[in-house]
């Protein structure tokens, strides 16, 4: 079973920043493609943004584009989501889970096991 557990999440003021961790346990993550995806209260999850598992290449959804990066460290078995220039409409319950990348506005479809999420909220 392959398990992701994220990390990171927090309050932070509109324009802050904050760096999300995914984590992998018992297996190697740098097999797999990794997306982010995010809940709002009331609303759907959706795929926030993918990388690769070959050359790395990845996916932003429009709405964060310009402000998020994903990456990877395959030496620390790792996801990163690096988040600048927050808005408020970006609190939400941030996930990720092993994923198909595909191009907006759907990003990435999950292929593994929901974990728990990290709560990000943006506000004044």
């Known amino acids: 079973q392959v398990q992701l557990v994220e990390s990171g999440g927090g309050l932070v003021q509109p324009g802050g920043s904050l760096r999300l961790s995914c984590a992998a346990s018992?297996?190697?993550?740098?097999?797999?493609?990794i997306g982010w995806f995010r809940q709002a209260p009331g609303k759907e999850r959706e795929g926030v943004s993918c990388?690769?598992?070959?050359?790395?290449?990845?996916s932003y959804a429009d709405s964060v584009k310009g402000r998020f990066t994903i990456s990877r460290d395959n030496a620390k078995n790792t996801v990163y989501l690096q988040m600048n220039s927050l808005k408020t409409e970006d609190t939400a319950v941030y996930y990720c889970?092993?994923?198909?990348?595909?191009?907006?506005?759907?990003?990435?479809?999950?292929?593994?096991?929901w974990g728990q999420g990290t709560q990000v909220t943006v506000s004044s």
């Open positions: 889970a092993t994923a198909r990348c595909r191009s907006p506005p759907q990003v990435a479809r999950v292929v593994g096991s």
């Open positions: 018992r297996f190697t993550l740098d097999y797999y493609a």
């Open positions: 990388i690769s598992s070959s050359d790395g290449s990845t």
